[in-house]
Nanobody, 125 residues
Framework: QVQLVESGGGSVQAGGSLRLSCAVS??????????WGWLRQAPGKEREGVAA???????TYADSVKGRFTISKDITKNILYLQMTTLEPEDTAMYYC?????????????????WGQGTLVTVSS
């Protein structure tokens, strides 16, 4: 059974920064391989892809966060990160990490398996 535990959310003012973490555990799971990513869902809106990283550590981002967010992974600890800078009120959402979440040619694909509870990010103006 795979467990994803997100943390690092909080309340910040616009322009601030946060680093989200996602601890991945499971008998046969390792973030070394495959695509992993982050999605978010704002109140009243559909879930949307934010960032993805593949087995070769190539990363892709939604246009709305390019240049502000950075996805990374620590394969020794099996932790996925999302460094968020220059936060905007529009970034307010529940953030989820996901297994099998990829991007190719600007299109998200994969099962986007979000087994965790998410972590809430609130950005005030």
């Amino acid at each position: 059974q795979v467990q994803l535990v997100e943390s690092g959310g909080g309340s910040v003012q616009a322009g601030g920064s946060l680093r989200l973490s996602c601890a991945v555990s499971g008998d046969t799971v390792n973030i070394y391989a495959g695509c992993w990513g982050w999605l978010r869902q704002a109140p009243g809106k559909e879930r949307e892809g934010v960032a993805a990283i593949d087995g070769e550590s190539r990363s892709t981002y939604a246009d709305s966060v390019k240049g502000r967010f950075t996805i990374s992974k620590d394969i020794t600890k099996n932790i996925l990160y999302l460094q968020m800078t220059t936060l905007e009120p529009e970034d307010t959402a529940m953030y989820y990490c996901a297994a099998d979440f990829c991007n190719a040619r600007g299109r998200w694909y994969g099962q986007a398996l979000t087994w965790g509870q998410g972590t809430l990010v609130t950005v005030s103006s």
